[in-house]
């Protein structure tokens, strides 16, 4: 059962991009994230950010050689594939498709009315990161 009172999700998703700036400005622009809060080193790379998105959060940081993301993998490292995305619920998903389009997105799967409800789509981000995007808002569903 899900506490109403809790504010975000419980779980959120951790990435580590070569070029964490470019990756932050590519998530606002084409997703929709604001910044809420970017750490960098004295060399002015991130090492942790955290993004929002209505009521959800992204964590990212670069690519720091000795630490946690010596256990991560980027996309291209294993020919574009994952272990596991991100799914981000928007209210409206045809807008959010076309808005992520423009931004360049790689659409890997077209946008598309889903049989258990809502529409989805799904992309990878100029990084190569798999994104999944939809409307159902597990949530919201009884």
Known sequence: MHD???HGSTIIPCLRYRDAHAAIDWL???????????YENEHGRVMHAQLVHEG??????????GSFSDRIVQPDEIDGRETQC?????SDCKAHYE???AAGAQIVEDYA??????????CR???GHLWS??????WQAE
């Open 56 to 65: 959800g959060m992204l964590m990212l940081g670069d690519i720091n050689p």
């Open 125 to 127: 981000d100029p990084q």
């Open 99 to 101: 808005r992520a389009k």
């Open 113 to 122: 009315e889903k049989d258990y409800g809502g529409a989805g789509y799904a």
């Open 133 to 138: 995007v939809g409307s159902y808002d597990p």
């Open 86 to 90: 991100a799914y981000l619920v928007v």
């Open 28 to 38: 606002c622009k084409a997703f929709g994230f604001e910044k809420h809060a970017v």
């Open 4 to 6: 109403k009172s809790i």
